[in-house]
């Protein structure tokens, strides 16, 4: 069997010479275990005993074909074998690395359980390693779980809520989110996708339009009137103004204040206050 360190574009290939002329995934010496040899259980240490690394047995068939144990003591291959077994979290074979390499003892080990050990080691690589993409989809799915939240209230108590009111709700914990991560690559939410989200998510919803505005309702509740469109709109605007606000302060520069303040550190303060504020303060 071919070792998962045979193929060319093996990080090992190149780094460790082969000690045998079998083709390894580790550089090894093949063993011959006698049959009078007492079988080793997996409860007992490895250290310094001919069972297989892996598996914890001197012998293994696979479609009726004996398995060979191997050996290594090469420094690369400790290393390497560490870097698997801390991924796992195993410290009962990681102590047993630490051993084997401090009294530079060889590494028993049959190919088909290397492989096996290697392939799984891939698959929790891969399903680990985080991109940007990741990033954004947990942004995302964190925002849209306040959404819920806020939607689930209206549904409680049989409120109405803008659907324009939401995607602002949704694009303004987008854009503050932004503000710890600018480096992610974010589109903002439409109103269109994210009624899309919301009628998949809820059933017992309706969005109805009255007057060009779309409005999240109970889809047992009354037809809006006008006077509860007018307290509708009014809410929206006064939402808008407070996430411009958040925004403002958020992103407020701040300087630092020295430990030994003087009066005119505590006039000028830590931050300059933005012209948004300022207007806002005197209307």
């Known amino acids: 069997m071919l070792g998962v360190f045979d193929d060319a574009s093996s990080s090992l290939a190149e780094d460790i010479p082969s000690t045998s002329n079998s083709t390894a995934l580790l550089p090894n010496t093949s063993i011959d275990v006698s049959e009078n040899e007492d079988r080793e259980s997996r409860n007992t240490s490895f250290d310094n005993k001919r069972i297989c690394f892996f598996c914890g047995r001197d012998r293994k068939q696979i479609k009726g074909k004996q398995q060979r144990l191997h050996s290594s003591n090469d420094t690369k291959v400790y290393d390497k074998l560490t870097e698997w077994v801390t991924k796992f979290q195993n410290q009962e074979l990681l102590q047993t690395i630490n051993n084997l390499k401090i009294s530079n003892a060889p590494i028993f080990y049959q190919h088909s359980c290397e492989v096996g050990y290697f392939n799984d080691y891939k698959k929790i690589t891969v399903n680990t390693v985080r991109t ?17 939240s806020v939607i689930e209230d209206v549904v409680k108590k049989r409120n109405y809520l803008l659907l324009t009111s939401l995607c602002d709700m949704y694009n303004n914990e987008l854009q503050e989110e932004l503000i710890h991560q600018p480096e992610a690559d974010v589109s903002l939410m439409t109103n269109h996708q994210l009624e899309e989200k919301i009628v998949k998510q809820f059933n017992p919803i309706k969005i109805v339009i009255k007057k060009k505005r779309k409005i999240i309702l109970h889809k047992n509740s009354n037809l809006l009137e006008q006077e509860d469109l007018k307290k509708l709109e009014e809410n929206d605007l006064i939402d808008k103004v407070a996430f411009i606000l958040r925004s403002t302060i958020l992103k407020m520069d701040k300087t630092t204040l020295p430990v030994v303040m003087k009066m005119e550190d505590l006039i000028n303060g830590e931050c300059t206050i933005p012209e948004k504020l300022d207007r806002f303060s005197k209307h």
Not at 132 to 148: L, P, Q
């Open 132 to 148: 940007s993409w990741h990033s954004v989809r947990d942004i995302h799915k964190d925002i849209f779980e306040k959404i819920v």
